[in-house]
């Protein structure tokens, strides 16, 4: 494998031409190509054990939290009473450790295509995959599409955390995909999805956001920062089926013993409330991309 040299993985893609970030690597846990994608776990020097799909990071030890908890928290803490939550993708847990902490939730589907993510992230990541152990998950090894078509108006809230688009994660950046959510939302119901960073990929970015404005009410792009995604920054499309939903300022707010008894590490109601702030050239193009969209 080429990515691996000389003790060191290299983030080596077409998707991030002319750039790569690199890792130490102590130990390679684990290999293999499942029915979907290329799996690869790591231990490294500086981010301990290390998830890699077809080649691009998912997840580390050392920064799992910011993403985790923002993707979850962003939506949970915009909606008044999130009952119902859908998880698409999320197979190492991740994110539904952190949904089941929100103390209104009561039922969790969690549907993830490949069930080798899912029992490598149990083995090598339980960190994250203590998720699955929530009396409130159910798990479902499933086609994310298949499965809302069978859910109509049951969610509350649906969170795709999605790998980069590439692989079995590709119709997850599509408007159909955005339009089966909907189908799939209660009434006042909101969404959040992995949407690509602004540096280097702004235009899936917008595009991403676009969708979203397209099919809700609502919508909003807001981003977070993780230190091992490409540049440092992630952002997230919102949508709400609610014209009055104000993303910006969650409905619940966080007191600092709340944060602490959710153990929290990286989202806190001001966090959430600047993660809409946006640089000004992002502003621009998302402005730019609605100018396009109304003339098309």
Request: net charge negative.
């Amino acid at each position: 494998m080429d990515k691996l040299k000389t003790g060191w993985f290299s983030e080596l893609t077409d998707l991030l031409p002319g750039r790569s970030f690199s890792m130490e690597v102590e130990q390679v846990l684990h290999q293999e190509q499942s029915k979907y994608q290329e799996i690869l776990v790591l231990k490294t020097k500086s981010h301990g054990v290390v998830l890699v799909l077809d080649g691009m990071i998912q997840c580390t030890e050392f920064d799992e939290y910011s993403y985790q908890e923002m993707i979850s928290f962003l939506p949970l803490f915009s909606h008044p009473k999130p009952q119902r939550v859908l998880i698409v993708g999320g197979g190492d847990g991740g994110v539904a450790r952190e949904v089941a902490k929100h103390p209104l939730v009561e039922t969790i589907d969690q549907v993830e295509i490949d069930d080798r993510v899912i029992e490598l992230s149990k083995i090598y990541l339980p960190f994250m995959a203590e998720g699955f152990n929530s009396p409130k998950v159910n798990l479902h090894v499933a086609d994310g599409f298949k499965f809302m078509e069978e859910h109509f108006q049951y969610y509350d809230v649906i969170i795709t955390d999605s790998s980069d688009p590439i692989g079995p994660a590709v119709s997850l950046f599509q408007k159909s995909y955005f339009e089966l959510m909907k189908r799939a939302l209660r009434p006042g119901g909101i969404v959040c999805s992995q949407a690509d960073t602004f540096w280097g990929h702004l235009k899936n970015a917008a595009s991403m956001r676009n969708h979203c404005k397209a099919v809700f009410a609502k919508a909003a792009y807001a981003t977070s920062y993780v230190s091992t995604y490409p540049a440092g920054q992630i952002g997230f499309a919102l949508g709400s089926l609610d014209e009055n939903t104000d993303f910006k300022n969650p409905v619940y707010q966080l007191t600092d013993k709340q944060r602490k008894d959710m153990k929290l590490r990286y989202y806190t109601t001001d966090i959430h409330k600047a993660a809409f702030a946006l640089p000004a050239f992002v502003v621009d193009a998302l402005d730019e991309a609605d100018a396009a969209e109304n003339n098309s």
